[in-house]
């Protein structure tokens, strides 16, 4: 027998046990929820398409860096190729933004249904008590609770805090969100931020432990390769330039191509390979 069944059973037994207005209301509670469950189910966004898409931009990329790899050694259509090089990254950067929005709306909407399933069997269970009496079902009323932030709320609001250089407020809300969201797409955003917020503390011991956090966790990340080189200049900034060296390195080596590879490039070369 469904829970729909069931406590619509149970609203026909107790109708003259108890006052109708309380079933009326009860009944209009349970299917706004329901209704309100049906919307958030059909905007859960289709991750899929967009996905092959991105996929399929990084094979072409990959196919144009080879190709002009080859083209370069022979001294042809450089130029055109470094063009369609940009253009294709432009476009993967166009959807990895779209991709990571849809994400986040992902994460909430899962949020919101999980609320709202625990609603309705919270008004499923009032139902079942109200047999008992007038007395009984008044001492089941509960006062609403507060209004629990979405995913995007809680880590939006954990890194304004960081951005206004409150930075232990920014740990808190970075390790709550990390706590009660642990499986999200900004999982692994909160944890390169909470060593932001330790290395902008100058506590660079504790900031080396919580960015190689987001590299065991989450290896392929879009936050691993800023988190390898806050690694090595934190070992810089503790004297430690072999230790610091061999994070540059790793960078450089790692993720060929990007801003963080130019960086520890960079800082290597003041410091010396």
Same mark, same amino acid.
């Given at each position: 027998?469904?829970?729909?069944? @069931? ?5 026909? +037994? ?8 309380? +079933?009326? %209301? ?33 094979? &072409? ?8 790899? %080859? ?6 259509? $450089? ?25 986040? %709306?992902?994460?909430? &909407? ?14 499923? &269970?009032?139902?079942?008590? +109200? ?35 409150? @930075? ?66 934190? @070992?810089?900034?503790?004297? $430690? ?5 061999? $994070?540059? $390195?790793?960078?450089?080596?790692? @993720? ?8 520890? %490039? ?8």
């Amino acid at each position: 027998m469904s829970a729909r069944t @069931y406590v619509l059973g149970i609203l026909l +037994l107790t109708t003259g046990c108890a006052p109708q207005a309380e +079933l009326v %209301k009860l009944r209009g509670e349970m299917g706004d929820l329901r209704a309100e469950m049906k919307v958030v189910r059909s905007q859960v966004p289709d991750l899929s398409g967009i996905q092959k898409r991105q996929d399929l931009l990084e094979e &072409n990329i990959k196919g144009t860096l080879d190709i002009q790899q %080859k083209m370069a050694d022979q001294g042809t259509r $450089h130029d055109q190729l470094v063009t369609d090089l940009q253009i294709l990254q432009g476009r993967l950067e166009e959807n990895n933004f779209r991709i990571k929005e849809l994400a986040q %709306k992902l994460d909430d &909407n899962k949020f919101r249904l999980a609320e709202l399933a625990a609603r309705v069997e919270q008004l499923e &269970n009032r139902t079942k008590s +109200l047999p008992t009496g007038t007395a009984d079902a008044a001492e089941g009323e509960k006062k609403p609770e507060a209004k629990q932030p979405t995913p995007t709320e809680a880590y939006q609001q954990a890194k304004s805090d960081y951005d206004k250089g409150n @930075y232990d407020l920014a740990i808190a809300g970075f390790e709550n969100y990390l706590k009660q969201f642990p499986d999200t797409s900004q999982a692994d955003s909160a944890q390169y931020w909470i060593g932001e917020c330790f290395y902008s503390k100058k506590e660079y011991d504790k900031a080396i432990t919580e960015f190689t956090k987001v590299l065991k966790a989450y290896p392929k990340s879009e936050k691993a390769p800023g988190a390898r080189l806050k690694i090595g200049y934190s @070992y810089l900034n503790e004297k $430690h330039n072999a230790k610091a060296r061999e $994070h540059l $390195h790793r960078v450089v080596k790692d @993720y060929p191509g990007t801003p963080e590879a130019e960086k520890a %490039k960079e800082r290597l070369k003041k410091i010396g390979k």
